[in-house]
């Protein structure tokens, strides 16, 4: 393994297992902000540094430096939370942070807008209400993805339960963590065995994984460095189908970026699933790219590699073969609404949440009335890899109050909004995200409003197409598996994304790059007459587009589900 030669894989070199300076930074009263490398560093920890951008240029003309915060995300595996943690948190949102509580597309729970001076103590009250934030961020493992809902079936629980416990084994072993936020005395030698999996500078690039319950590809498994598929026979989890290799990420402009669905390379009993995934993230911890961080995400690994020889390099550090794949089916890639019951006659509500944003806004005080909910609620609640919210485990008889208080709350999008509404994605954007190009979050619920009537003029209004809007070409949202996905170019334009399917199983395509609102609808509306007036029964928009030939199909762009 060569050395290290990218500036961020010195700091971590450098960094005694994630310490750095961060705790001189937060002892710095001269400024908002935190040390250069000392940002690199605490993406470990799951924070990032931001700054309002919508200030930015005031606050330049007036010599000040910039609005400096920071950005909070928890580690929840599966997006699991008791009715106690989310009071806890709901209470340090509105203590510390701004613009509520945020549901991101990994089931985490998201806060913006903490001043370094605040830093640490909102820091310690996730950590009181028994979530941390460790490795929620930076160049490890991140929250693991479960298909919900885990208490839909003891199938679901099974996997829940194999994620969870893979999420525990591969955290950081580092305990500059619990040192720096909850004030835990460092023990002499302690660093000895060093990070047994991870090693001093931990792996090339961030890494996903998630674990996904066929027919409903909610993960969207595809798009994740390592994948689960469970596979159930005789009604019992027999196993998983491994999937390696996805990733959504690229650089507007440069081919050696791309997004890329995952290759599924076999199959592994549930009691192998640590040994195949430390050695999977292994494998790209010694052969990642460590000089190009833009080419250095296992997709880029496994092409220069090829799958063939990254397979044989996890089967050799597994220490067996594995097993050919087993087939499996997936539906869709979306949520399902409303009411459904599980198994044991308990029930579950699915609440829209639109661009994951959790605040009171007008007659939708979604921050009030899930507190309010919390508060009564004796079940827990499950995050959607889709940004929405599951009031899980409900008794039957609980039922009624929790539909009062949606009502009263105004919390029953789900039960109004068009079904392109419900699906629609969107990343934070501006005016936090320094990488965003273009508007997401804060323009979806106005787009989506023009694009339902478009398809409303085509009699086209219930059609149960997936949008998707990132404010940069990065993929937070996962727009390259969004039958229509907007990717910021520069403030107010957009390249036009077209084809993907409704299953994650196919990558959509470029179909006209930098254009604006005008231009987008005006494409849309065309296409949409063509579909209205041309699809099959039952056949989805990105179907549709490329069965007439309006997007070219490639086999590069669907997932490879056979090794």
Not at 110 to 116: A, I, S, Y
Request: with cysteine; glycine share 8%.
């Amino acid at each position: 393994m060569t050395s290290p030669s990218s500036p961020v894989e010195r700091i971590k070199a450098a960094s005694d297992f994630l310490r750095g300076t961060l705790a001189e930074s937060l002892a710095d009263a001269h400024t908002g902000a935190i040390r250069d490398d000392d940002t690199v560093l605490i993406k470990f920890h799951g924070s990032y540094q931001q700054d309002d951008r919508d200030l930015r240029e005031e606050r330049r003309q007036q010599k000040l430096e910039p609005a400096w915060s920071f950005m909070i995300r928890t580690r929840t595996p599966g997006g699991v939370a008791t009715p106690s943690q989310w009071l806890a948190l709901d209470a340090l949102a509105t203590r510390y942070a701004t613009s509520g509580l945020r549901v991101t597309t990994r089931q985490a729970f998201q806060v913006h807008g903490v001043v370094k001076t605040e830093l640490k103590a909102t820091m310690k009250a996730f950590n009181d209400a028994l979530v941390d934030t460790i490795a929620a961020c930076g160049d490890v493992n991140r929250n693991v993805l479960v298909s919900p809902n885990p208490v839909e079936s003891p199938l679901h629980a099974e996997v829940h339960d194999w994620a969870r416990r893979l999420s525990e084994h591969l955290l950081p072993k580092t305990r500059a963590y619990y040192e720096i936020w909850l004030d835990e005395e460092r023990v002499a030698g302690g660093e000895d065995e060093g990070e047994p999996v991870y090693g001093a500078t931990y792996l090339p690039r961030k890494f996903k994984t998630a674990f996904v319950v066929p027919p409903h590809n909610d993960v969207d498994v595809f798009a994740q460095d390592l994948g689960f598929i469970a596979i159930v026979e005789d009604g019992a989890l027999a196993g998983f189908d491994v999937t390696v290799g996805g990733g959504m990420g690229a650089t507007h402009g440069d081919a050696e970026t791309y997004p890329r669905l995952a290759h599924v390379i076999g199959f592994v009993k549930p009691e192998q699933v640590f040994a195949v995934a430390e050695a999977v993230l292994t494998a790209q911890r010694d052969f990642g790219n460590r000089e190009v961080r833009k080419r250095a995400r296992l997709k880029y690994t496994i092409e220069t590699l090829g799958i063939a020889r990254f397979k044989a390099e996890v089967e050799q550090r597994a220490g067996f073969t594995l097993d050919p794949a087993r087939a499996f089916a997936f539906e869709h890639n979306g949520d399902r609404f409303g009411w459904s019951e599980g198994h044991d006659g308990r029930w579950h509500l699915t609440l829209r949440i639109e661009a994951g944003r959790i605040v009171d806004r007008d007659t939708r005080r979604l921050q009030s009335g899930l507190r309010a909910i919390a508060q009564v609620h004796d079940g827990d609640f499950r995050l959607t890899p889709n940004q929405n919210v599951i009031v899980a485990d409900v008794a039957a008889n609980r039922r009624e109050a929790i539909d009062a208080l949606v009502a009263e709350y105004g919390l029953d999008l789900h039960a109004t909004a068009s079904p392109l509404r419900l699906a629609a994605l969107a990343c934070v954007a501006l005016p936090t995200c320094a990488l965003a190009m273009a508007e997401a979050e804060r323009y979806l619920p106005e787009f989506v409003g023009k694009v339902d009537g478009l398809l409303a003029g085509h009699g086209l209004a219930e059609a149960p197409i997936h949008l998707r809007i990132s404010g940069c070409p990065n993929g937070c949202s996962r727009p390259y598996l969004g039958e229509i996905a907007l990717i910021g170019k520069a403030p107010g334009r957009y390249n036009l994304m077209l084809g993907a399917d409704r299953r994650g199983q196919r990558l959509n395509r470029l179909h006209r790059e930098n254009i604006d609102e005008k231009e987008i609808l005006g494409v849309l509306d065309d296409l949409f007459a063509r579909y209205a007036a041309r699809r099959r029964d039952g056949e989805g928009f990105g179907d549709f587009l490329v069965r007439d030939g309006i997007v070219a199909d490639d086999p590069a762009l669907h997932a490879k589900v056979a090794a």
